[in-house]
């Protein structure tokens, strides 16, 4: 098999040893730069990478990825797509091939640590799609960018992952307008709805977040209810920024309703009803998202439901309804989760002589 891993690149330059290193398992790199100014060309060229240069005027992330796909051979048999800040574990190349020897498929799916810890320990994970068939397959929208396709998709899970480690310097400003310009240009696509309402949380504007995450769940393609839950949850962050508790708790119930499978959901009520002093509830909810041991496989879990956030929660709704014993217990595991942060090991302190 001929396998091609083609790229865009801007101002990467301290991560182009790396990716090149994990990416060399390829039989051909290919990257397209949109206007670097530091060395990420020059060092690019240097391991030998085939680079082509060009400025995306204006700037969409699918335009630049429809063109690098463009510079892929037409006889590659598979092609794969990361981005300079991202590694795959070594080995990956044998894996690929082993798990698609004989077998018709159009993309592959496969595990991504978006989110690692300082000693790599992944704590958002999900699986992406970015491996796939030289034909037939087109990046669509300006940011959060999907590949698609026109033709019957045979996706195949293999056993190989990816590992994200961002530049956390970079700057995401153009992520709004790109997003407001998709929902532009395709009003009815529900992911770029739901994007564009998170986008309005992160930037603190409650109006347009609110009107934007109610489209998204209005939309009639909208009916995958992880991502459903997370406008709900969304929704609920934003009426409690706007200063309406009712709306709030009513928007995390939804939340859980909707998908309540998910811990995300339980967790963030349980945390609006600590702040409100509200500890029998927070207790009761608190201990149903324990009961949630799995993550999804989506992009939708977040970090916060499962480290030592959550079962801080969890010690002080214990302790301030009495379950004094729970509350020691709780509170250790948050410790052993994050040993630095010293307020829990007061809190342990406190609790103990209640717990005799």
């Given at each position: 098999m001929k396998v091609v891993v083609y790229a865009i690149s801007k101002n990467e330059e301290k991560f182009v040893k790396r990716w090149v290193d994990s990416m060399k398992e390829a039989d051909e790199i290919i990257v397209l730069d949109t206007g670097s100014s530091d060395k990420t060309v020059e060092l690019l060229k240097k391991y030998k990478v085939k680079v082509y240069e060009e400025k995306i005027d204006p700037w969409r992330f699918d335009v630049a990825r429809n063109h690098s796909l463009e510079k892929v051979p037409v006889d590659t048999d598979i092609c794969v797509c990361t981005d300079l800040d991202e590694v795959f574990e070594p080995g990956w190349r044998e894996?690929?091939?082993?798990?698609?020897?004989?077998?018709?498929?159009?993309?592959?799916?496969?595990?991504?640590h978006w989110k690692l810890?300082?000693?790599?320990i992944p704590c958002?994970?999900?699986?992406?799609?970015?491996i796939h068939k030289r034909e037939g397959y087109i990046w669509k929208h300006p940011v959060h960018e999907v590949l698609t396709t026109n033709e019957k998709e045979k996706i195949i899970e293999v056993?190989?992952?990816?590992?994200?480690?961002p530049d956390h310097k970079k700057s995401r400003s153009s992520y709004l307008p790109l997003l407001e310009m998709s929902v532009k240009e395709d009003p009815d696509d529900d992911r770029n709805l739901h994007y564009l309402g998170r986008e309005y949380m992160y930037?603190?504007?409650?109006?347009?977040c609110i009107e934007t995450l109610h489209k998204h769940l209005h939309c009639k393609k909208a009916t995958w209810k992880d991502e459903r839950a997370a406008s709900m949850r969304f929704l609920a962050r934003?009426?409690?920024?706007k200063g309406y508790p009712e709306e709030t708790e009513f928007w995390y119930q939804k939340a859980i309703e909707e998908a309540p499978y998910l811990k995300e959901g339980y967790v963030e009520l349980g945390s609006f009803y600590e702040i409100g002093s509200r500890y029998d509830l927070a207790y009761e909810v608190l201990k149903k998202a324990e009961k949630i041991k799995e993550k999804s496989k989506s992009y939708i879990n977040e970090e916060f439901a499962w480290n030592d956030s959550f079962y801080d929660l969890l010690s002080l709704a214990s302790f301030y309804t009495k379950h004094?014993?729970?509350?020691?217990?709780?509170?250790k595991k948050a410790i052993l989760l994050n040993p630095e942060e010293t307020r829990y090991q007061k809190n342990l302190e406190y609790f103990l002589p209640y717990s005799k």
């Open positions: 894996i690929l091939e082993k798990s698609l020897q004989g077998k018709d498929f159009t993309r592959v799916r496969y595990l991504y810890k300082e000693n790599d958002v994970s999900f699986y992406l799609d970015k056993p190989i992952t990816l590992k994200h480690y930037y603190q504007k409650w109006d347009p934003a009426y409690f920024a004094y014993q729970e509350s020691v217990e709780y509170v």
